[in-house]
């Protein structure tokens, strides 16, 4: 089986107007050539704190999977099964590790002022991405259907309503609450987690503060 | 980003072999058994919910009382303001009065807490004839009846504040003129006793329910839902947002919003318009946050503390020039 590149010659104008050929390109000069899953790293990136970045992606992986592995059982599941009981403490613990070393991974690129070099929406997608995951976790603790949803839910009603909020996004509305959980806050932070990734890539990691160019010493 | 932002690009440093997805792979195998330990070893948290059945065995004189003041329109949710009612302009922050704004986007009627749920109980001539004398009165005389018999219960003997009325037993309540308010609130109590207030009370008015607005106002309106949780040290300053029931982390990742809580003058002289400028406050903190690249002295901290020294050690002291 032979495959074939579209039979278009350079410099095609009726190619180059395609919506199609102009979202490729697009997408294609999203990232540096080879950079999407590079070999190789710069030389300064030799530090425990990066593994920090991927330890958040892992536990996202993870958070997702056993989400939805609950999803399965729906959500009162886990207040009759032991099995729904485990998948809830997988789901609980996969959040915890998921903010800690969000959390560690954040402060780490605080210290690094990993901002520079025309990083600043790495780093601003990153915070919304912590306070949307902050928001994603929120709606988990009120989609409980125990003891601490309703209190938790009393509590923070007061907070929401008082600056407005509380009258779109109603804390006491279980079934509200929980598609925010599933559906709305999940998509939220995946697409952020796609676009935060994506300018990682295409950046690079940020060099060290104070970093000469290698290649003006060169010169 | 310093004045002039002097930052190479990352592709022009000499490089060294990096295996990216075994590195991703190796840290979900980590959280995956970490994930799994914590899970076999600690379990969750599962506390059952409040049942309005539970509230009327274990406080009724509390249920009672509650009752009483949505009837009176005395009661939290009652004097509340946007979103349930036009009772109240709600908090402002600063000059903006973003609660009032929102409008009443979900109206509730305190009375209807009430009245709503009684009015389906069939079977119950001195429940139907209250009912029925409720409902022909004028809305003052209403509140009158009401009001005169939440002040008869009056309040146990707290925090130094000598008793008043009944001491909050309505079995000692003083002869007067409430009107069907008793039998009304004892009416509330027995079909909470029976199990049917939550069914009653749901706010999508349709068989599938799942909307537990009324029902939550009318269980926060009480003391009951705040002393259970007061107990359980999830208490507002308890640092209560972020705890839950047992020897759970939480949600720790929200220390800074509880946190203002905890300390003047969120807990003094600004105590009552509290939840509106916390929020103001952690806007504004999450603001800076997310614009930290662009504000001088605020992301030159990292230039001031080298901590980066520690991170880039290797690339310091030479090693990665070579």
Redesign the interface.
């Known amino acids: 089986m032979t495959t074939r590149a579209d039979p278009v010659s350079p410099g095609d104008a009726s190619a180059d107007r395609s919506w199609t050929v102009r979202i490729r390109s697009r997408v294609v000069g999203l990232v540096p050539e080879g950079q999407w899953l590079p070999g190789r790293q710069p030389v300064y990136v030799a530090s425990w704190i990066y593994v920090f970045g991927v330890l958040t992606l892992a536990s996202l992986a993870v958070v997702i999977v056993t989400g939805g592995a609950l999803s399965l059982g729906g959500v009162a599941w886990y207040h009759v099964s032991s099995l729904g009981l485990f998948v809830n403490s997988l789901h609980l613990w996969s959040v915890e590790l998921f903010f800690a070393f969000m959390v560690i991974h954040l402060w780490g690129k605080f210290w690094m002022a990993a901002w520079r070099g025309g990083r600043a929406l790495t780093w601003m997608t990153g915070v919304v991405l912590f306070v949307a995951s902050i928001g994603t976790a929120f709606t988990g603790y009120l989609s409980q259907t125990n003891f601490d949803a309703q209190w938790i839910a009393a509590e923070a009603k007061d907070g929401l309503d008082a600056v407005g909020i509380g009258a779109f996004f109603n804390v006491l509305n279980p079934g509200q609450m929980l598609l925010w959980h599933v559906v709305l806050l999940p998509f939220a932070v995946g697409l952020i987690t796609v676009m935060h990734i994506i300018l990682v890539r295409r950046h690079g990691v940020v060099p060290p503060i104070d970093a000469d160019s290698p290649i003006e010493k060169e010169e | ?2 004045r002039r ?1 002097k ?15 075994k ?2 792979v190796i ?2 195998v ?3 058994v ?3 330990g ?3 070893i ?9 049942t309005m059945s539970g509230w009327a065995k274990a406080a009724p004189n509390d249920l009672i009382t509650t009752a009483a003041a949505e009837l009176a329109g005395s009661s939290t949710s009652a004097t ?1 303001g ?2 349930y009612n036009s009772n109240g302009d ?2 402002k ?1 600063g000059p903006l009065s ?2 009032k ?3 009443v ?2 109206p509730v009627d305190s009375a209807g807490l009430v009245i709503d749920p009684l009015s389906a109980v069939s079977g119950n001539s001195e429940l139907t004839s209250a009912l029925a004398a409720w409902k022909e009165a004028t809305p003052e005389q209403q509140t009158k009846w009401a009001t005169d018999y939440v002040d008869a219960i009056g309040t146990a003997e707290a925090d130094g504040e000598p008793a008043t009325g009944a001491g909050g037993d309505p079995a000692k309540v003083a002869a007067g003129e409430y009107g069907p308010a008793p039998v009304l609130a004892a009416g509330l109590l027995t079909l909470a006793q029976t199990g049917g207030l939550e069914g009653a009370l749901t ?2 008015g349709n068989f599938f329910g ?4 009324k029902a ?2 009318l ?2 309106d009480g003391t009951y ?2 002393e ?2 007061v107990a359980r040290n ?1 208490g ?1 300053g308890q640092w ?2 972020m705890n ?2 047992g020897n ?2 939480g ?4 220390w800074l919003y509880t946190f203002w809580y905890q300390v003047s003058p969120f807990t003094t002289s600004h105590a009552d318009n509290a ?2 400028e ?3 406050l952690m ?1 504004l903190l ?1 603001l800076l ?6 504000i001088p002295g605020l ?1 030159s ?3 001031w ?1 080298p ?2 020294r ?7 002291r030479g ?2 020039r070579r």
């Open positions: 980003m310093t932002d930052t190479p690009d990352s592709h022009d440093f000499p490089t060294r072999s990096y295996d990216l997805v590195e991703f840290a979900l980590v959280v995956v970490l994930t799994g914590l899970a076999a600690f379990s969750s948290p599962d506390e059952n919910a409040i509340y946007p979103p709600g908090l922050l973003l609660q704004w929102a409008g986007r979900l706010s999508s799942g909307d537990q607005t939550l106002l269980l926060s839902l705040e259970q949780a999830l507002g209560g947002m839950e029931t759970y982390p949600q720790p990742w929200m939840d509106a916390v929020w103001g806007m999450t946050l997310v614009l930290l690249p662009f992301r901290i990292p230039r503390i901590i980066h520690l991170v880039w050690r290797y690339y310091y090693a990665g």
